[in-house]
């Protein structure tokens, strides 16, 4: 469960900004979107269900995403996929001189296997130079690490322990300065930083749903073969008013003629290289489409659907997989191809529901209007970003404008009340 991130001087934003899925006590609305959890030392705290930020085009809120996935993945790859002298792939902010040249900061605060923890490093494009990670086992903070890199001598200084924490020194010599320990250790079974680093391999998930995005049918199909999830994706696809009245998958070979044919010749170098050249499975989807006065008609997937039924069919599986295991989710652009009642209706599901019985989050972007009004959300769980003058994010929740209790939030958001969408006076020209 994720309850708070911080970032600074990282692509877009340059001062800190902090995002918190912490639930205000002063708003008693729509207690479902609320985890109520007790957690040592935070005594009657609750926790949202998600949240959405909204934000103009290219204000940042992409990148908000973007700096946790950063996180997740450089502690994910760190020691395994990136090699001695390799960058990190850190991005400072680039539009003003002193920025660029300082480390990004990410500061994650988030709950495994029932333990709190706050995870926190400090990078350039070529090193860590800080890396932290602290435990709240019983409410009172054990600083698990902490190394810090001394410039003057060209080495890391590691801070003393907690008497809880097994500390293996050999561990920090295999720790490289592009590389983190939370990484490292987990692939020497190390048992306490294994247990945080599943969090964010197991727990963790990433949906683009952006124009250019690839989102594949493939899991949702692969639900649909088995028994057990059939009837459950068939119901959201009928329920969904798109006309699907059900869904046939069929696995066929695709020959290597057909592989040449069909791939495009990077692809193909790679196969080749990697000696995987062979015939290769293809799932074919076909979904059978009813209307009145006719036969049920049968329609190619890939051919005769629309975008929309496409880009709902391959998300529902990846949806029903997050409410089945209470992932924590971010999703970029979720209304794309998407009517905004469906995209409500999905949300549903998972922030207001009981069909959310193990907690799911999602966080996610957004420029529909819809969502905020409806009884969807909380006021606490809406956020926007927005660019300063010298190009830099700033990220803010609705309730810093304290508005009324029965004010229309998609009519003063529009009318620009909370900031966070374009400001074009005379409009655009050619």
Same mark, same amino acid.
């Given at each position: 469960m994720l309850i708070e991130f911080k970032v600074s001087n990282f692509r877009s934003i340059r001062e800190e900004q902090t995002f918190s899925l912490v639930a205000?006590?002063?708003?008693?609305?729509l207690t479902s979107c609320v985890i109520d959890r007790e957690l040592p030392g935070l005594s009657g705290v609750r926790f949202l269900k998600g949240?959405?930020?909204? $934000? *103009?085009?290219?204000?940042?809120?992409?990148?908000?995403?973007? +700096?946790i996935r950063f996180v997740t993945e450089f502690i994910k790859r760190s020691a395994t996929k990136?090699?001695?002298?390799?960058?990190? $792939? *850190?991005?400072?902010?680039?539009?003003?001189?002193?920025?660029? +040249?300082k480390p990004s900061e990410f500061e994650i605060t988030f709950v495994a296997e029932g333990d709190r923890y706050v995870f926190g490093f400090s990078v350039t494009p070529t090193r860590v130079v800080e890396e932290y990670l602290v435990a709240?086992?019983?409410?009172?903070?054990?600083?698990?690490?902490?190394?810090?890199?001394n410039a003057d001598k060209n080495f890391y200084d590691w801070a003393k322990p907690s008497t809880a924490f097994?500390?293996?020194?050999?561990?920090?010599?295999?720790?490289?300065?592009?590389?983190?320990?939370?990484?490292?250790?987990?692939?020497f079974n190390h048992a306490q930083l294994t247990q945080v680093f599943?969090?964010?391999?197991?727990?963790?998930?990433?949906?683009?749903?952006?124009?250019?995005?690839?989102?594949?049918?493939?899991f949702t199909a692969e639900l649909v073969a088995k028994p057990m999830h059939h009837d459950r994706i068939l119901d959201l696809l009928r329920s969904a008013d798109i006309g699907v009245a059900d869904a046939q998958v069929k696995e066929t070979e695709m020959s290597i003629e057909e592989l040449k044919k069909n791939f495009p010749p990077a692809i193909l170098a790679l196969l080749e290289k990697d000696g995987q050249m062979t015939s290769h499975k293809r799932i074919e989807i076909n979904l059978t489409h009813k209307a009145e006065g006719i036969e049920p008609v049968v329609l190619d997937f890939d051919d005769e659907e629309s975008a929309g039924t496409r880009r709902f069919f391959s998300l529902i599986g990846p949806w029903t997989d997050i409410l089945d295991n209470g992932y924590t989710v971010f999703v970029d652009e979720i209304e794309t191809s998407l009517h905004p009642i469906l995209v409500k209706e999905l949300l549903k599901?998972?922030?207001?529901?009981?069909?959310?019985?193990?907690?799911?989050?999602?966080?996610?972007?957004?420029?529909?209007?819809?969502l905020l009004d409806g009884a969807l959300m909380r006021r606490d769980?809406?956020?926007?970003?927005?660019?300063?003058?010298?190009?830099?994010?700033?990220?803010y929740p609705l309730t810093d404008y304290q508005p009324r209790k029965d004010e229309a939030l998609a009519k003063g958001y529009l009318a620009g009340r909370y900031g966070a969408i374009p400001f074009i006076p005379e409009g655009l020209k050619l």
């Open positions: 205000g006590n002063a708003d008693k609305e949240a959405a930020i909204y $934000g *103009a085009n290219a204000s940042g809120k992409s990148n908000v995403i973007e +700096a990136i090699q001695p002298g390799d960058p990190t $792939g *850190a991005q400072p902010f680039k539009l003003d001189r002193e920025s660029a +040249a709240y086992p019983k409410g009172v903070p054990q600083r698990w690490y902490q190394r810090t890199f097994k500390q293996d020194k050999s561990l920090q010599d295999k720790t490289r300065e592009n590389s983190l320990f939370l990484s490292v250790g987990p692939q599943n969090w964010f391999k197991n727990s963790v998930r990433f949906i683009h749903l952006s124009a250019d995005a690839m989102l594949h049918p493939g599901l998972l922030l207001c529901s009981k069909n959310n019985p193990k907690g799911a989050q999602v966080v996610f972007t957004t420029h529909n209007p819809i769980q809406i956020w926007f970003t927005e660019k300063s003058p010298a190009g830099a994010t700033h990220l």
